[in-house]
């Protein structure tokens, strides 16, 4: 069983920045396409970000581009997702998520993520 927990969400003025982090345990994080979504009120869950399994490839929602950055940490089994330059429309529930890889292209659904955090609060304030 694989448990994911996200952390380094709070509230951030306008331009700021965060680092939120994702610990992965139960399994070698090198085995999954890890992902961070989001989820806004009354919006639906929008995937912000993906790493594949060696860490080689990257994927962004088109709105973070420039100014989020997915990485990983394989001998500490972690994933992060350093958000720059916030924008009052990041305030969102981000949650961190895994994919065993079965050597398929990384995907940016939802539906194709087998574990998820429960999320971490990011606030941007005016």
């Known amino acids: 069983q694989v448990q994911l927990i996200e952390s380094g969400g709070e509230v951030v003025q306008a331009g700021g920045s965060l680092r939120l982090s994702c610990v992965v345990s139960?399994?070698?994080?090198?085995?999954?396409?890890m992902a961070w979504f989001r989820q806004a009120p009354g919006k639906e869950r929008e995937c912000v970000a993906v790493?594949?399994?060696?860490?080689?490839?990257?994927y962004y929602e088109e709105s973070v581009q420039g100014r989020f950055t997915i990485s990983r940490d394989m001998p500490k089994n972690m994933v992060y997702l350093q958000t720059n330059n916030l924008k009052l429309e990041d305030t969102a529930v981000y949650s961190c998520?895994?994919?065993?890889?079965?050597?398929?292209?990384?995907?940016?659904?939802?539906?194709?993520?087998?574990?998820w955090g429960q999320g971490t609060q990011v606030t941007v304030s005016s």
């Open positions: 998520a895994a994919r065993y890889w079965i050597g398929t292209p990384m995907s940016a659904r939802d539906s194709d993520y087998n574990y």
């Open positions: 139960g399994r070698t994080v090198s085995s999954y396409d």
């Open positions: 790493i594949n399994w060696s860490g080689g490839l990257t």
